[in-house]
């Protein structure tokens, strides 16, 4: 087992080489399998991933993950070790909606990473978060060598470091998110969360016209076999996820939705809509970004070519949030207004609805 770093973007990765002669007697056996239970807190997803990188080498060449490995052969394995984090506090304007001594209630612009990772060490809401409540010098957090990635929750349990992020948003998903002022109340709304107590509806822009008034989706999503740095729906190593929702508006070849998760698996409403031929307006992961419907007419064409050129993100917004007071044990409900690109999209189609119909 040797170490060297690689460069991988802004951020310094040390990488751990692990090499394996494989004795005789072994019996074939898939090489992520095999490196997954060889590698000591290797799980198979950082596995998997070196495998997609390249870094898996079997007999010198390039291995996929259903080789199979056999008596003689030389695995070699590059396993990324995740660097320290700093928490930079940052003069970054949040909009506040609500705040006490323990909870802080804020609608996360679009564009805006949640908290610190690789590649995205500054200009997160964590970072803000963190100037906000009075902290100036920067914080160093070691990241466990179990870990795949970086997981905010080391942060909130193992050095009782505030702010804690108690769900999160995507980057370019605008809207409501609670915020614990002090980790000893994480534990009590995130539960809250885990036990589907709280209110969250989301409001999105979805390409083509919902015949029902309402309905729900079912499928279970994991990594999308194909290209992992997404989702999909799987029929085998996924996570149960169900959606309802409900059609607010229609206009034509795009239909406004309220949306209400019912489980919050990653990228969940943008998996499940993009699934049922229905992706998310403006969503360039799961072919929301360019014309799904309408292009055959030139005068809708041009129309919703306009609405894409007012946006460079999805058209999915976190509206509503309620839960119980972790403290006061109160109800409190928050509801957010729709972002400026929303809004213009919004109009657009709401001037030219009898041209879309």
């Known amino acids: 087992m040797s170490n060297e770093a690689i460069k991988e973007g802004e951020d310094e990765l040390e990488v751990t080489e692990y090499v394996f002669e494989i004795p005789p007697g072994q019996k074939p056996e898939r090489i992520d399998v095999y490196l997954t239970n060889s590698i000591k807190f290797a799980t198979r997803n950082k596995v998997q991933k070196a495998i997609d990188d390249g870094r898996v080498l079997i007999n010198g060449k390039i291995a996929k993950a259903s080789r199979k490995v056999q008596p003689k052969d030389k695995v070699v394995c590059k396993i990324l070790k995740p660097p320290s984090l700093k928490l930079i506090p940052e003069n970054i304007p949040i909009d506040i909606l609500w705040e006490d001594d323990y909870v802080l209630v804020v609608n996360k612009p679009p564009h805006m990473v949640t908290h610190p990772g690789f590649g995205n060490r500054t200009g997160t809401l964590v970072n803000a978060v963190l100037y906000h409540l009075g902290k100036r010098d920067s914080i160093e957090v070691e990241l466990d060598e179990e870990y795949e990635e970086f997981d905010e929750s080391q942060i909130f349990y193992s050095q009782d470091i505030r702010p804690g992020i108690v769900h999160r948003l995507d980057k370019d998903t ?184």
Not at 197 to 211: K, P, T
Not at 298 to 323: D, G, P, T, W, Y
């Open 174 to 357: 605008s809207g409501v998110m609670v915020i614990v002022k002090d980790s000893k109340y994480h534990q009590p709304l995130a539960l809250q969360f885990e036990e589907r107590s709280v209110e969250r509806f989301y409001y999105a822009l979805v390409w083509g016209n919902i015949e029902e008034d309402e309905g729900t989706y079912e499928g279970d999503i994991g990594r999308n076999p194909r290209n992992r740095q997404i989702f999909a729906v799987v029929k085998k190593d996924g996570k149960y996820a169900i959606t309802d929702y409900q059609v607010i508006d229609r206009f034509g070849v795009i239909t406004l939705v309220k949306v209400k998760l019912r489980t919050g698996r990653t990228h969940q409403i943008r998996v499940h809509f993009s699934h049922n031929k229905h992706p998310v307006v403006g969503d360039t992961d799961y072919g929301g970004d360019k014309l799904a419907y309408g292009a055959g007419v030139a005068e809708k064409k041009k129309i919703l070519i306009q609405c894409l050129s007012k946006i460079n993100r999805q058209m999915l917004h976190a509206k509503v949030l309620a839960f119980n007071h972790p403290v006061t044990k109160e109800r409190l409900y928050f509801e957010s207004d729709l972002p400026d690109d929303f809004k213009e999209v919004l109009s657009i189609l709401e001037n030219n609805k009898d041209k879309l119909l």
